[in-house]
């Protein structure tokens, strides 16, 4: 036996497998079979493509290439480091079936168009960015996400227990489910549909824009100008806070929420709101067409277009000459506003009792 086939023999004898420069070899039963079963794959060596199939598991591992893990299949990747000098991108491009645990991701565009991957326990920082891009059925547990754009065009994501930082945050997506999750991003979930968020923080900004189908549970939304454009959206049991909340939605049904801030619901169709609190809502349900019972009281009620709007008390109903030709809505005011405040009232226009298409009711 020669010096060099020595010195390989005694490594793979204290480790299960070593990896050649295109190859992988795994541990005989015996010495004798060690040095046969390598000489005869040192005389016919195999492609790259044939060696990411032979490897299973990727394990306390830096890399830093380009594409270094590249379309591999029915792996596992622990412990691993995706950073370096090189700078390389894409590392698990074109991937499938693969499991993904206690990882650190400092590169670009680490999970684009992968198929099946189970992500856990993982770090993306502020320089992976894009991480996530027209990719399907990914799940991500217990994993923090802090580069930009990190989920777009991307189908069957589940994302539980994570905390993530990402302006942009999942646009043109569809089918994804996020649970226990708390999510800062200016502007998340452009155009994408068919969402479940439950248990789930957003601290952001021009949320939900032209989303569909959407449920959302036992939630706190801390953001303006949210649902604008949306259709078909189910919000119960949460807080919405921010300006301007659900211009020109339709089919937006807000229950047993509490309602936050300026000019909220205007321009809607098809609004439903039952037993919603609203807080310093202010110019509320403009040239909308709304159906709401609101515990406690509104600042003010603007312009509303048709429907049934319910309340313990409204500080104040605006009807100008703004106000459509053909409004037909019933404003209802159970407690404390009565006939001789809204007369005494800046904006009371003298036919808001004895008009027959807009009208105040006291019960």
């Known amino acids: 036996m020669s010096p060099n086939t020595k010195n390989i023999v005694e490594i793979m004898q204290a480790s299960e497998s070593i990896a050649f420069d295109n190859t992988q070899y795994k541990k005989s039963s015996d010495v004798g079979s060690q040095t046969t079963e390598l000489s005869a794959k040192l005389d016919t060596p195999i492609s790259v493509e044939q060696k990411r199939e032979q490897i299973n598991e990727f394990k306390d591992l830096t890399m830093d290439e380009e594409r270094a893990l590249y379309g591999i299949h029915n792996a596992t990747i622990i412990h691993c480091i995706f950073d370096g000098p090189r700078d390389g991108e894409s590392v698990l491009k074109k991937s499938a079936d693969i499991d993904v645990s206690d990882c650190d ?14 992500i856990e326990n993982c770090r993306m920082t502020e320089t992976c960015r894009a991480a996530l891009w027209y ?20 189908e069957d994501i589940t994302i539980e ?5 990402s302006s942009e945050f999942g ?54 100008d949210a649902f604008w454009h949306s259709k078909n959206v189910t919000v119960s049991d949460s807080t919405v806070k921010g300006e301007y909340l659900g211009w020109y939605s339709e089919n937006l049904k807000l229950i047993r ?28 349900f403009e040239y909308s067409d709304v159906h709401a019972v609101i515990t406690g009281s ?23 000459n703004n106000r459509p030709a053909d409004a037909s809505c019933v404003i209802e005011v159970r407690k404390e506003l ?26």
């Open 171 to 224: 646009w043109l997506s569809h089918r994804m489910m996020i649970k226990n999750t708390e999510l800062e991003s200016e502007y998340p979930f452009f155009y994408s549909s068919d969402i479940l968020l439950d248990n789930f923080v957003l601290n952001g900004k021009y949320s939900f824009q032209y989303v569909k189908n959407v449920e959302i549970r036992d939630s706190c939304l801390n953001t303006k």
């Open 105 to 118: 991701f400092r590169l670009r565009y680490p999970f684009w168009h992968v198929r099946n991957a189970q």
């Open 135 to 154: 990719s399907k059925q990914i799940t991500i547990k217990e994993s923090h996400m802090a580069g930009s754009k990190a989920v777009r065009e991307c």
């Open 338 to 363: 009565n006939k001789e405040e809204i007369q005494n009232s800046d904006t009371y226009n003298g036919d808001i009792f004895n008009n027959n298409d807009l009208t105040v009711q006291e019960t």
């Open 257 to 284: 929420c509490k309602i936050i801030g300026t000019q909220p619901l205007c321009y809607a169709k098809g609004l439903i709101l039952e037993d919603c609190e609203m807080i310093d809502c202010d110019l509320a």
């Open 161 to 165: 227990n994570c905390n993530i930082q």
């Open 298 to 320: 509104i600042t003010s009620v603007k312009n509303p277009c048709s429907g049934h709007i319910s309340a313990d008390s409204i500080g104040e109903v605006i009807l100008d």
